[in-house]
């Protein structure tokens, strides 16, 4: 393929590709209504084209016809009287026959008529009117070819376009007949006005009327997109959730109606299975309640036993004592596993918890105090404002919360880690709670956080976390090295408590992590800016 070729194909893939990739951006009705445009104007471009082809070649064949017998009559009178018809009389005197000038029986006004004497021009005359025939304009009738057929000149001496046809007489002469194209010309651009104003009002008129035509036809497929957005809009995660009503006028007999049909049935199914979701994960919740309920009274038992039995007053073996140890050690793992899991069936049941004044301030410096002395490796450093900060909850479960992310930054962290706890509370100008993306990926800092709310953040120079954990990172057994975690003791519950009881606070905890930085941050409503929790139950 040459280069030329290469670069033809190249535009019309070009230009393909981008008439493609404007209808693409346009909407179903955009679309259509520009279908039904273009279409319209290319069956009015058609129609037009060959009406204009149609009148033109009609017109033309009638004017050739009129030529043709203007040309025997120039022809006959010629040859009847003889000689070169008369010129005009203020060239020189007539000449004795006049009857082949201009005023030649029959011949329609405007008439020309000329005779050439070896490829010049002797005569040439205008019916019923004044003939100053030009130099250029004579040669361009000496080039006129001799064949009978009729051609179209240009004679601006002679006030115009013509439609010439040139014969030899029989003396030799050449003798050119012709009729004005001006009358015709007007009629062929009167018949193109007329039809770009008729076809520009229908086009017009389409792209009005279809426009609404278009908005009718589509208003069932509006309403199928309602219905779409507003289940979007619910919490399909978790929970009970009540699916929007169906959408409304779903004829079968129609494609929309159709698709609002599958739409329908397909929101039956889902509504099916989020109930079946619901149902099982209550029945889990309440099996974990119970369990972890029952499982108490043994746990405790079994450690008191232990207890005891350490208490012996003789000496015991040492692989007794051990195992002893160990007994009463995984006796406190599994009970405090059994209080997380007891603890999260009771947030999710929607247990009320405490209402009273909490100082997030205090709060944070004892938390800083525990985790230094727990984990003394590690750098701890605060970030408190002047004034305390207080919010409404329930201060046992805040305090669990701050241990827990203070526990896991001390666990999951290598020893130099620098943490920062960080609390201040966000000005007037803060973003509404509305404007807040949901979430918990991205970070919510002051200048971002809700008008009258609190942040309490947890800060890192550590690894960070692996990027395919932040989705599931506040999900429960969530571990990122299962067997490190497990031999530290952690159960995987932390982060999920956190988040169960930020969201029992009507709060909410983010996370960002990068390699050097990792931050938890969490926003509540501070005093005074909301009235008392609200009781789930």
Same mark, same amino acid.
């Given at each position: 393929?040459?280069?030329? #070729?290469?670069?033809?194909?190249?535009?019309?893939?070009?230009?393909?590709?981008?008439?493609?990739?404007?209808?693409?951006?346009?909407?179903?009705?955009?679309?259509?209504?520009?279908?039904? !445009?273009?279409?319209?104007?290319?069956?009015?471009?058609?129609?037009?084209?060959?009406?204009?082809?149609?009148?033109?070649?009609?017109?033309?064949?009638?004017?050739?016809?009129?030529?043709?017998?203007?040309?025997?009559?120039?022809?006959?009178?010629?040859?009847?009287?003889?000689?070169?018809? *008369?010129?005009?009389?203020?060239?020189?005197?007539?000449?004795?026959?006049?009857?082949?000038?201009?005023?030649?029986?029959?011949?329609?006004?405007?008439?020309?008529?000329?005779?050439?004497?070896?490829?010049?021009?002797?005569?040439?005359?205008?019916?019923?009117?004044?003939?100053?025939?030009?130099?250029?304009?004579?040669?361009?009738?000496?080039?006129?070819?001799?064949?009978?057929?009729?051609?179209?000149?240009?004679?601006?001496?002679?006030?115009?376009?013509?439609?010439?046809?040139?014969?030899?007489?029989?003396?030799?002469?050449?003798?050119?007949?012709?009729?004005?194209?001006?009358?015709?010309?007007?009629?062929?651009?009167?018949?193109?006005?007329?039809?770009?104003?008729?076809?520009?009002?229908?086009?017009?008129?389409?792209? /009005? /009327?279809?426009? =609404?035509?278009?908005?009718?036809?589509?208003?069932?497929?509006?309403?199928?997109?309602?219905?779409?957005?507003?289940?979007?809009?619910?919490?399909?995660?978790?929970?009970?959730?009540?699916?929007?009503?169906?959408? *409304?006028?779903?004829?079968?007999?129609?494609?929309?109606?159709?698709?609002?049909?599958?739409?329908?049935?397909?929101?039956?199914?889902?509504?099916?299975?989020?109930?079946?979701?619901?149902?099982?994960?209550?029945?889990?919740?309440?099996?974990?309640?119970?369990?972890?309920?029952?499982?108490?009274?043994?746990?405790? $038992?079994?450690?008191?036993?232990?207890?005891?039995?350490?208490?012996?007053?003789?000496?015991?073996?040492?692989? %007794?004592?051990?195992?002893?140890?160990?007994?009463?050690?995984?006796?406190?793992?599994?009970?405090?596993?059994?209080?997380?899991?007891?603890?999260?069936?009771?947030?999710?049941?929607?247990?009320?918890? $405490?209402?009273?004044?909490?100082?997030?301030?205090?709060?944070?410096?004892?938390?800083?105090?525990?985790?230094?002395?727990?984990?003394?490796?590690?750098?701890?450093?605060?970030?408190?404002?002047?004034?305390? %900060?207080?919010?409404?909850?329930?201060?046992?479960?805040?305090?669990?919360?701050?241990?827990?992310?203070?526990?896991?930054?001390?666990?999951?962290?290598?020893?130099?880690?620098? !943490?920062?706890?960080?609390?201040?509370?966000?000005?007037?100008?803060?973003?509404?709670?509305?404007?807040?993306?949901?979430?918990?990926? =991205?970070?919510?800092?002051?200048?971002?956080?809700?008008?009258?709310?609190?942040?309490?953040?947890?800060?890192?120079?550590?690894?960070?976390?692996?990027?395919?954990?932040?989705?599931?990172?506040?999900?429960?057994?969530?571990?990122? &090295?299962?067997?490190?975690?497990?031999?530290?003791?952690?159960?995987?519950?932390?982060?999920? /408590?956190?988040?169960? %009881?930020?969201?029992?606070?009507?709060?909410?905890?983010?996370?960002?992590?990068?390699?050097?930085?990792?931050?938890?941050?969490?926003?509540? *409503? /501070?005093?005074? #800016?909301?009235?008392?929790?609200? &009781?789930?139950?």
């Amino acid at each position: 393929m040459s280069d030329a #070729a290469r670069t033809r194909r190249r535009g019309a893939d070009g230009a393909r590709a981008g008439f493609g990739g404007w209808l693409a951006g346009r909407t179903l009705r955009g679309r259509l209504i520009a279908g039904l !445009v273009s279409l319209l104007a290319v069956a009015c471009a058609c129609v037009g084209l060959v009406t204009y082809l149609a009148l033109r070649g009609f017109l033309f064949h009638q004017l050739d016809a009129q030529l043709s017998a203007a040309k025997a009559r120039y022809v006959g009178c010629v040859q009847n009287f003889g000689g070169p018809p *008369p010129r005009d009389p203020d060239d020189g005197p007539p000449p004795s026959d006049p009857q082949c000038g201009n005023e030649i029986p029959g011949q329609a006004a405007g008439t020309f008529s000329a005779r050439l004497v070896k490829y010049t021009v002797a005569s040439a005359n205008i019916e019923a009117g004044r003939c100053d025939l030009s130099a250029t304009d004579a040669a361009v009738l000496a080039r006129l070819p001799i064949n009978g057929r009729p051609y179209d000149r240009d004679l601006p001496s002679a006030y115009g376009e013509y439609r010439l046809v040139a014969v030899r007489a029989s003396d030799g002469d050449v003798l050119v007949t012709g009729l004005p194209l001006g009358e015709l010309q007007t009629t062929l651009h009167s018949v193109e006005v007329a039809e770009i104003v008729v076809f520009s009002a229908a086009l017009l008129l389409t792209g /009005i /009327i279809g426009t =609404g035509w278009v908005r009718l036809s589509l208003r069932p497929l509006r309403r199928v997109t309602a219905t779409a957005a507003e289940v979007t809009r619910l919490p399909l995660g978790t929970g009970e959730v009540a699916l929007p009503n169906r959408v *409304p006028d779903a004829d079968p007999r129609t494609e929309v109606g159709q698709l609002g049909v599958a739409f329908n049935r397909m929101l039956g199914h889902v509504e099916s299975a989020l109930a079946r979701r619901h149902a099982s994960e209550a029945r889990l919740r309440g099996f974990a309640a119970d369990a972890s309920h029952e499982l108490r009274t043994p746990l405790a $038992a079994i450690r008191g036993y232990a207890e005891l039995a350490r208490r012996h007053p003789g000496p015991l073996p040492d692989d %007794v004592a051990h195992a002893l140890g160990r007994v009463e050690s995984e006796a406190a793992r599994m009970s405090g596993l059994v209080d997380d899991l007891l603890l999260l069936a009771r947030l999710d049941a929607g247990r009320p918890l $405490a209402d009273e004044p909490v100082d997030l301030t205090r709060l944070a410096i004892d938390a800083a105090s525990d985790a230094r002395a727990a984990a003394p490796s590690h750098r701890w450093q605060l970030d408190l404002p002047g004034q305390p %900060v207080v919010v409404r909850g329930d201060e046992h479960r805040l305090r669990q919360v701050l241990a827990n992310l203070l526990s896991n930054a001390g666990r999951h962290t290598p020893p130099g880690t620098t !943490v920062t706890i960080a609390l201040s509370q966000a000005s007037s100008g803060g973003a509404r709670r509305d404007e807040v993306a949901p979430g918990r990926k =991205g970070t919510l800092g002051p200048e971002r956080a809700p008008a009258g709310s609190a942040v309490l953040s947890v800060t890192d120079d550590g690894p960070g976390i692996p990027a395919e954990l932040l989705p599931e990172l506040f999900e429960r057994f969530v571990r990122g &090295d299962s067997s490190r975690s497990r031999a530290a003791g952690s159960t995987g519950l932390g982060l999920a /408590i956190v988040d169960a %009881v930020v969201a029992a606070h009507r709060g909410r905890v983010e996370v960002t992590s990068e390699p050097g930085r990792t931050a938890f941050v969490i926003t509540l *409503p /501070i005093s005074g #800016a909301a009235g008392p929790l609200p &009781d789930p139950s």
